[in-house]
């Protein structure tokens, strides 16, 4: 066996790289914090590359499958005999992918934002808080056991409140943090409630034990039944819940969006690309426990999957804030990778659903921040995030231009573009196990590229906006991580992916399936069609197609209201009948209680304090006379 | 020498003596008449060491001794004590007991 004991660095360094950035950023030249950011992470990126190729290339004899390698793990608490919690190292395939995904990403992100942050203020805090993103988002995937992943689960939650609220003084950034923290706070009480559940019924922690086949996970059937979901079930619903929260799904989306409140390499690293695939990670971790132990549960998993990336991918049409449109649809994308984990199997090629819904969260990860940079790009440009404000930058941004409409082509899945690979797997994985999810798939596909190219042409397009000073292009440090992004976009979908991620660790052949392929491709060049028609010149027919269906469209642009119920629930609900009466009994009983203890205290000190006076004289007459008292007494009445 | 004078008469001269010291150090207001009633607390302390030996075990001496280190430690006493008092004059441009009631100035 190779070691991989030097894997633990790779999370490591960014922990040392937020600790010193964080510690004398200040006191160095805004530059060097970023350099230093940057050559961290670059080592850390080094480093996984070379973890790959040693796991997938070097160390791997032909024809037998992964198998999970622990490369470091030590006890972190010994809480009784029994519940040990453990800090370690865990490699296999995904975790792999993902620090690839994550140190290629974070280090583009790194790099671009020692442009993009020029100038700003608090520019060493910045990249101290990336590192720690990077740090607990690594430690998230190499988590050996579900406790380790929780903890730096919270961590990431932490660090991407720290970077949403980032100009902390903007009142409008300020309260999309503490949204997106409360939000995702809630869905992580219920992956607390969902890991108590199923380390009850199972008695561990540790991953290589729960996902084995023949561990105590699945071999228990999954205890006594509730609703017609067993224990297991329950509890792997309620994880689902925590990585719904952190994966922006159906019920639980409503931070994303305003997320983009952050810097915008922030929601390029955060809320794109790493971060928001969380959820999706956990169920892939899980995956084993979910398709052997509860089916049902994994359907579960399907539908919110395939509801969110419909009921995102309708709002991305109707939204104008660019960064909104690329929020809704990195909503939408990521509904597409849980919906095809809930479609697959377990196992060869019934496992097609966990390699695609990898594939796609690899590909995604490159064209996706591609797609947020350039947008920061455009905005570093323009100096504004509203669609309307923009038009005809073609000419003005050559190199982003290029590198968006390629990502643009990855994302609506035109043939050649990794995004067409990945999102085609999907579909076959759908096609062959859920037709109604695969038709609501289909049209997705057609309205992805129809938002997508709506955004392209609004920004690159359209009308010749008059600048009040000539937008220039970005400087070479923001455009060469996007051109590296774009040719990342295209080339991972060459990879052969289902040789090397697959749900039960062995390889099997994946064919482009053209049965579902061409009509996808011709959904998408539709799609397409439809926006150029639309948006490549100003024209009224948008309108007119909005005031057809008036109601819809009001519907949609306002996100289908759910900010309001939500407001609605909380504010007149919970905050009037729960909060008020327990702020009450806050206030009254208990820091009554408080308060009557301290007051008491007071009071007494108060009467007595006039003893201790300084007055030698007085110390004296009270000993003397106390000791004369105490002798009478003694003497004469005992 | 002693013959003929009672026990008594000494417990008598030397209670008064403290009660005399004890009243000198709770009224009088200067530190070094203070220092002073002490003196005349620990003497007459002395004089009941020396009586008691005497009158009661005249064979033995450790009365004797006990009242020769408590001599010695009051006078250790005394110079520390007259060191104290000095250094509050400096601070305190003053001996009076009652100004000084704070340990901060």
């Given at each position: 066996m190779t070691d991989f004991t030097y894997t633990i660095l790779i999370p490591l360094i960014p922990l040392a790289v937020f600790l010193f950035t964080g510690l004398t950023g200040h006191k160095m030249k805004p530059i060097v914090s970023g350099i230093i950011g940057s050559t961290g992470l670059g080592i850390s990126a080094i480093l996984s590359y070379y973890t790959a190729f040693q796991y997938f290339l070097n160390s791997h004899v032909a024809g037998t499958a992964f198998l999970p390698v622990k490369a470091a793990e030590l006890t972190w608490l010994r809480l009784t005999e029994n519940l040990v919690i453990k800090l370690g190292v865990l490699l296999d395939p995904i975790s792999v992918m993902m620090l690839i995904v994550i140190t290629t990403v974070s280090l583009m992100v790194h790099i671009y934002s020692i442009g993009y942050m020029k100038?700003?203020?608090g520019y060493h805090r910045f990249f101290a808080f990336l590192s720690l993103f990077s740090f607990s988002m690594l430690g998230l995937v190499l988590a050996t056991n579900i406790f380790q992943m929780y903890i730096f689960w919270e961590l990431v939650g932490v660090s991407s409140f720290l970077l949403i609220g980032f100009y902390y003084e903007k009142p409008s950034a300020v309260a999309a943090s503490k949204k997106a923290f409360i939000v995702t706070r809630f869905a992580d009480l219920g992956f607390l409630i969902g890991i108590l559940m199923l380390s009850f019924t199972t008695k561990t922690f540790d991953f290589i034990s729960l996902t084995s086949p023949s561990g105590p996970a699945i071999a228990s059937s999954g205890g006594a039944s509730f609703l017609g979901l067993s224990l297991l079930g329950w509890s792997l619903v309620f994880i689902f819940m925590g990585g719904a929260g952190k994966s922006a799904m159906?019920?639980?989306?409503?931070?994303l969006p305003d997320a983009m409140e952050g810097p915008t390499p922030v929601s390029a690293l955060i809320h794109a690309a790493t971060m928001v695939v969380a959820g999706v990670y956990l169920v892939a971790r899980l995956f084993p426990v979910f398709a052997l132990g509860a089916p049902d549960a994994l359907l579960v998993v399907a539908w919110v999957g395939g509801f969110s990336s419909l009921f995102a991918a309708i709002i991305a049409c109707t939204q104008t804030d660019i960064k909104r449109v690329l929020a809704y649809s990195t909503m939408s994308q990521i509904g597409y990778m849980m919906l095809s984990l809930g479609v697959s199997g377990y196992?060869?090629?019934?496992?097609l659903g966990f390699m695609a819904s990898n594939w796609h969260l690899f590909t995604h990860a490159f064209f996706k921040s591609l797609l947020f940079l350039g947008a920061g790009a455009v905005i570093h440009a323009v100096h504004s995030n509203d669609m309307r404000d923009m038009g005809g930058l073609r000419k003005h941004l050559p190199i982003t231009h290029i590198t968006f409409l390629i990502a643009c082509f990855a994302i609506a899945g035109v043939p050649g573009f990794s995004g067409f690979f990945s999102k085609d797997e999907i579909l076959s994985a759908a096609f062959e196990s859920n037709m109604p999810l695969f038709y609501i798939e289909y049209a997705v596909a057609g309205i992805t590229a129809f938002y997508m190219f709506r955004l392209y042409y609004n920004i690159f397009w359209a009308k010749e906006t008059h600048y009040h000073h000539t937008p220039h292009e970005a400087p070479y440090i923001m455009t060469i991580p996007l051109m590296i992004l774009a040719f990342g976009s295209v080339v991972t979908g060459f990879i052969p992916f289902s040789h090397f991620v697959t749900s039960d660790g062995l390889a099997f052949e994946a064919h482009i399936n053209w049965s579902v392929a061409i009509p996808s491709i011709i959904i998408a060049l539709v799609g397409i069609a439809t926006a150029t028609l639309l948006y490549r010149k100003v024209s009224g027919i948008p309108d007119k197609i909005a005031k057809a269906i008036p109601h819809f469209y009001k519907w949609a642009y306002h996100k289908f209201y759910f900010d309001e119920l939500y407001l609605f629930v909380t504010k007149k609900i919970i905050f009037r009948y729960i909060s008020t009466p327990v702020a009450w009994f806050d206030r009254h009983v208990v820091d009554g209680t408080m308060n009557g203890i301290a007051n008491l205290t007071q009071y007494t000190s108060e009467s007595i304090?006039?003893?201790?006076?300084?007055?030698l004289q007085q110390y004296g007459f009270v000993f003397i006379s106390s000791a004369i008292a105490l002798a009478i007494i003694f003497i004469f009445l005992w | 020498m002693t013959e003929g004078i009672p026990l008594y008469y000494f417990l008598v001269v030397s209670t008064l003596m403290f009660f005399i010291g004890i009243f000198g150090f709770l009224t009088r207001k200067n530190l070094i008449t203070m220092l002073m009633s002490i003196e005349l607390i620990l003497n007459s302390v002395n004089i009941n060491f020396v009586v008691f030996n005497k009158y009661?075990?005249?064979?033995?001496l450790q009365g004797h001794f006990f009242s020769l280190i408590v001599i010695a430690v009051a006078a250790a006493e005394a110079a520390v004590g007259i060191a104290i008092i000095i250094n509050i004059y400096r601070n305190f441009r003053s001996i009076e007991v009652d100004r000084v009631d704070q340990m901060k100035n």
């Open positions: 100038g700003e203020r159906f019920p639980l989306h409503i931070w196992g060869g090629h019934e496992g304090k006039d003893f201790q006076s300084g007055r | 009661l075990y005249p064979q033995n």
